[in-house]
DNA sequence: TTATTATATAAGCAAATTATTATATAAGAA
DNA sequence: TTCTTATATAATAATTTGCTTATATAATAA
């Protein structure tokens, strides 16, 4: 069982506080995604979407890959809180629903 | 493995993702309290130690009982949330130096 | 009863959060 | 080069949060 500081541990949940990061986070667990694919999903403004992962990056749960014109964001194993994270994501239901339907309006972008 | 929808995880882990919060928690997991140790615990004033608690109570995640002057706060066993909580805490350090502490000024009230 | 102790609630305020629109940057296509 | 697409950053506004002080309520002791 990986111990995570108590302080580092309320940063990590507040960052995971929020519905639409932690789906992120979820979904991201199991696909690679971009941001044009959240800004679909969520129907957020795009700058919305890269607020929301820029602060899952700067805490290092999630990286980055360019690939052409697209940024792929994936889930960055190697983070201290990896272990953690996976903890608590096996306790939330899937949500890959929602990629299936960027896939029937055929915007899926990223293929993993 | 116990499921909790993804809105409802988004609001608890707000709820816990707050030092005080997530630091009473894990304290209760293995001992009741009363507000005014958390006052002594935290260094904070009466009233944001029962505003902290309240929050808690509101959720249900922790039960009260009134034991003379005293409201001693427990850990709700019941609640739909306490085996994703449990998994949760298994990953923070214990924060038993903090009751012993207490007990060292002679300030424990509470006796579990 | 009055005084003391423990807790809860109300009001106020500064800081943080989450969204938006506008604009800048980066890559690829024409 | 210019145009388009994808993303990032800046500025801003509305809301929420987490504390404080002041006050109310509840139980016990004198």
Redesign the interface.
């Known amino acids: ?7 580092k ?11 639409t990061r ?2 992120m986070v ?1 979904i991201l667990d199991s696909h690679d995604c971009c941001v044009c694919e959240f800004v679909e999903m969520f129907k957020m403004s795009q700058p919305g979407v890269s607020q929301h992962v820029r602060k899952l990056k700067d805490v290092g749960i999630v990286s980055e890959t360019r690939r052409g014109q697209w940024v792929i964001y994936s889930l960055n194993k190697q983070s201290e809180y990896y ?2 994270i996976q ?2 994501l ?4 899937s ?1 890959d629903f929602k990629l299936l339907e960027l896939e029937e309006q055929g915007l899926r972008i990223s293929c993993d």
């Open positions: 069982m990986s111990t995570v500081e108590i302080e541990t309320a940063m990590l949940l507040k960052l995971l506080g929020d519905k932690l789906t979820k272990p953690f903890d608590l096996n306790h939330l239901p949500q």
